[in-house]
């Protein structure tokens, strides 16, 4: 089945510690996303990538840094850096600029 | 600016009590709209996707039409498992950002 995976589900972290999120799809899509959602908010964007090897800062990328070594895969570090990072994490890809897009189930993530 | 506005935030209906969500929206050169179900602590669904005023998707249920202006998602005699978050979406010209609303929080009670 093709599709979009994150990992893990829930992730605990402390203070200070940077974490990093795994995104991987198996769509052949070539544009990939992250966004941050909390509570009440609609998504907000926090970094795109169009093609391997490129990627674009979104609304709130401070604190936040991605690779996209692969086509596949679009790993999210949140660092010690930005300063409220509990929230639900989502990825997402697309086939290309007008399509609609596809979100994986979400991670967790509880800083303390 | 380019902007979502969803209304109402939350909306509470009686099984079989059919009505509409909005989506009003302000983008530069409207490139696609769409609607996705988001269940609690799960990533959004796509739902539907609209390219031009006048046209008009359908799913069970669920009806999505849109103007130069706002797009409706129809419910048609909910059942409780229609609720969800449902999230709108605009893409505008560029094609790779997409600007969410905050979406409507559905409620349908048996």
């Known amino acids: 089945d093709g599709g979009i995976t994150q990992s893990p589900k829930y992730l605990f972290r402390k203070e200070g510690q940077n974490v990093t999120l795994s995104c991987e799809q198996n769509l052949n899509h070539d544009a990939m996303y992250w966004y941050r959602q909390d509570p009440g908010q609609g998504l907000r964007l926090i970094y795109y990538s169009q093609i391997v090897n490129d990627f674009q800062k979104g609304d709130i990328a401070e604190g936040y840094s991605v690779s996209r070594e692969k086509k596949e895969s679009f790993p999210l570090t949140v660092t010690s850096a930005q300063k409220n990072p509990t929230a639900f994490y989502l990825c997402a890809s697309k086939k290309g600029p007008f399509y609609e897009q596809y979100f994986g189930p979400g991670t967790r993530l509880t800083v303390t | ?110």
């Open chain 2, 1 to 110: 600016e380019d902007q979502v506005t969803q209304s109402p935030e939350a909306l509470r209906l009686q099984e079989g009590e059919s009505s509409s969500l909005n989506c009003s929206y302000t983008v530069s050169g409207l490139r696609g709209l769409f609607w996705y179900r988001q269940d609690p602590g799960k990533g959004p669904e796509f739902l539907f996707t609209l390219y031009s005023a006048g046209e008009e998707k359908e799913k069970e249920r669920l009806k999505a039409t849109l103007t130069k202006k706002e797009s409706f998602l129809h419910i048609t005699a909910p059942k409780p498992e229609d609720s969800a978050t449902y999230l709108c979406a605009v893409q505008a010209v560029g094609g790779f950002k997409t600007i969410f609303g905050a979406g409507t929080r559905l409620f349908v009670k048996a």
